[in-house]
């Protein structure tokens, strides 16, 4: 096991800290930084073949990561919200069958004479503290029960998180922006010490720190201001159910900076690892929860714009370097991959797999052939967005060739009912760009959501706003071969008929023999909803 001994070292705020050390063939310490809204985008993901917005990112630290370790190019979240992706992740299992974790507003007191699920599910990081992990957490996680901080720790002061944008970007002035860069920074760097002084001996860690960074509220333009991200170096690369005007690529130009923030706090984070000779005894693993708010298509569905996920693995121990995996994995693949890297003999029951193997091999590309798909799906995001509170349910397999979409009840509306957007009193372009629950909750309040609502009536808007916005069929399906973008639906052309029902077939058997309440409806219906 890992041997945490003392040392004096000069840290920023004045202090010394335990700082854990390992050998060769000692269990690993595990840092996983786990950012809330980042989507599949670094500047690693860039691909000269197609261009992206990948192309105009500066993500050095995360690159390092993908560079020195694995690089998984299809890697996908479960389901696009950040509760029932946690949910997910800290169980192993299908977000479905995870009780409150199910839905992003999942309360407790929904379930009073009901039995809840998630309570007694078994967690990842639990039976990684249970064999002797100590386990941290710092900012918006997932569900364990961390260990106490270490008497190390506390000689590292704890400092305030910032938001980036949020804070830097209001600053007066130069010297006032580099002295907020350097607070922001500080959290993450701190975080990291606490951990490292906190270790006790003889003890790994594992440390999930989880950014909120990218989660909007953004400051307008501060992707410009703060990350030289000019809007007008994104013309021609916003997806193209959207409209690539001035105030989208305002909005993907803030989000991609609040990415660069992101990479920023990691590299404080590989710096105090360096530093105290951890970095190389420590498995470090980058992801999200799902891809870009408050853009149609984007977070709360199953389009790739929401389900990509990033996903990088380093661990010169076992991991060769600079090596990419084409196989299909699940973010609720990771705890199974942790348990398995960690040593830990788990019989919990999981629907996740570890991809152990992928991260173990010396080749790149397909290493498993047979990992060729991932399930996906949603229920209740917003937990007003509809009437009687009641979610849109999808569930979608997506395959290295086709996106089969599921919409299980396609009279409700996916973003949210339309509230006001046909009456006189219609919100105001402020209201859609500040105000999540003025209208189409389901969808984050945006300068995109403002744009194309505003101007949803334009005839060459009308069609994005329906293909985004509006009502769904039942069936989707997008053949990506010839469709990447996913702008047309061929689930109605006989062409695909065979396809569509083998894709069908395939994920209702997944369904069916996991349980999940949709099939009942029992989504619909108390203790999941309160209904009015």
Known sequence: MTKCTTFLVPLMLGCVFLAATAGAAERPNILFFFADDWGRYASVYSNPDNSSLNDVLKTPNIDRVAREGVLFRNAFVPVASCGPCRASLATGRYFWNCGSGAFLNGKASNWKGHNNPFQTLPKFVDLLREDGYYVRRSLKTFAFDASRPGAGARKVPQVEYQRYGLFVGTAAGETEKLKRHEQVLAHPRNEMRRVLAGCPEGNPFFFVYGSINAHRPYTADS?????????????????RFLPDVEDVRRDFSDYLGEIQAVDAMLGVMLEELESSGELDNTIIILSGDHGIPGVPRGKTNCYDLAIRAPLMVRYPKLIAKDRHVDDFVSVMDIGPTVLELAGVDATVSMDGRSFKTQLTSAGSGWIDSQRDHVIVGRELHFHSAREDNLPYPMRALRTPDYLYIRNFKPQRWPMGDPRRLNGDDHPTYEQLHKSTAVTMSDLDASLTKAWLITHR????????????????????????????????????????????????????????????????????????????
């Open 457 to 532: 009536d334009e005839p060459d808007v009308r069609p994005l706003f329906d293909l985004t916005l509006n009502l769904r069929p039942s069936e989707e399906l997008y053949d990506l071969r010839r469709d990447p973008g996913q702008l047309k639906n061929v689930a109605d052309d006989v062409s695909y008929t065979a396809t569509k029902s083998e894709l069908s077939n395939r994920l209702m058997s997944v369904l069916k023999e996991a349980g999940d309440p949709r099939l009942t409806d029992a989504f619909d219906r108390p203790p999941y909803v309160e209904q009015e």
């Open 223 to 239: 992707g410009r201001q703060l990350w030289d991200i000019d809007p007008d170096r994104l013309k021609g690369l916003i997806p």
